[in-house]
């Protein structure tokens, strides 16, 4: 049985800089791409980022600039970076590996951005 685990989320001020962190557990053989959703109240869930496990990241257009993932394939986990926070960056952030060649999701974690 494998897991994702995520920890981070938290309230921020605008501005402001956090780091989520997602770990997998349970019986891995291979990790594929790692990387990152988000879902803001009465809205889909969109694509924030993806890492390969060559390391190369590509990132949507709404965090460019702003938002850094990263992987330790050791530890069998992803990281995001996320610094000059917005209010509309408020969102349950989920974290997604392809793993044993399944598609798994984490179980999310809150990020509020607010004054």
């Known amino acids: 049985q494998v897991q994702l685990v995520e920890s981070g989320g938290g309230l921020v001020q605008p501005g402001g800089s956090l780091r989520l962190s997602c770990a997998a557990t349970?019986?891995?053989?291979?990790?594929?791409?790692m990387g990152w959703y988000r879902q803001a109240p009465g809205k889909q869930r969109e694509w924030v980022t993806t890492?390969?496990?060559?390391?190369?990241?590509s990132y949507a257009d709404s965090v460019k600039g702003r938002f850094t993932t990263s992987r330790d394939n050791a530890k069998y986990t992803v990281y995001l970076q996320m610094s000059a926070l917005k209010p509309e960056d408020t969102a349950v952030y989920y974290c997604?590996?392809?793993?044993?060649?399944?598609?798994?999701w984490g179980q999310g974690t809150q990020v509020t951005v607010s004054s």
């Open positions: 997604y590996a392809v793993i044993n060649a399944l598609f798994n």
């Open positions: 349970g019986t891995i053989f291979s990790i594929g791409d």
């Open positions: 890492i390969t496990n060559g390391a190369r990241t």
